[in-house]
């Protein structure tokens, strides 16, 4: 099964730039999956930010976060990254990666199956 492990959480200032990526274990170079980061704020619901399915390369973002955030994968298949640009404080939240076999269906949590055990990411205005 996949095991997914995040890194490159950290604090920046508003503005500022950050790169998270995603190591997946377990992750069949055969099988097509959705890949895709959520993210947590305190005392707010799990929302996701990204989705990228792996046999086009088809990318869904949610609107907050559209024009900022870049998804993509590295040239070793099993790694996810999520450029995020033009941070504000609203974007400070505990990130997931998330990955289910087959096409992407959405931003929603019922749709992923596993899931890494996520990095922070803190913004100071």
């Known amino acids: 099964q996949v095991q997914l492990v995040e890194s490159g959480g950290g604090s920046v200032q508003a503005g500022g730039s950050l790169r998270l990526s995603c190591t997946a274990s377990?992750?069949?170079?055969?099988?097509?999956?959705?890949l895709g980061w959520f993210r947590q704020a305190p005392g707010k619901e799990r929302e996701g930010v990204a989705t990228?399915?792996?046999?086009?390369?088809?990318?869904s973002y949610a609107e907050s976060v559209k024009g900022r955030f870049t998804i993509s994968q590295g040239n070793a298949k099993n790694t996810l990254y999520l450029q995020m640009d033009t941070l504000e404080p609203e974007d400070t939240a505990m990130y997931y990666c998330?990955?289910?076999?087959?096409?992407?269906?959405?931003?929603?949590?019922?749709?992923?199956?596993?899931w890494g055990q996520g990095t922070q990411v803190t913004v100071s205005s």
């Open positions: 998330v990955a289910n076999t087959g096409p992407c269906w959405g931003l929603e949590r019922r749709y992923f199956n596993r």
């Open positions: 377990g992750y069949a170079q055969s099988i097509a999956y959705c």
């Open positions: 990228i399915y792996t046999r086009d390369g088809r990318t």
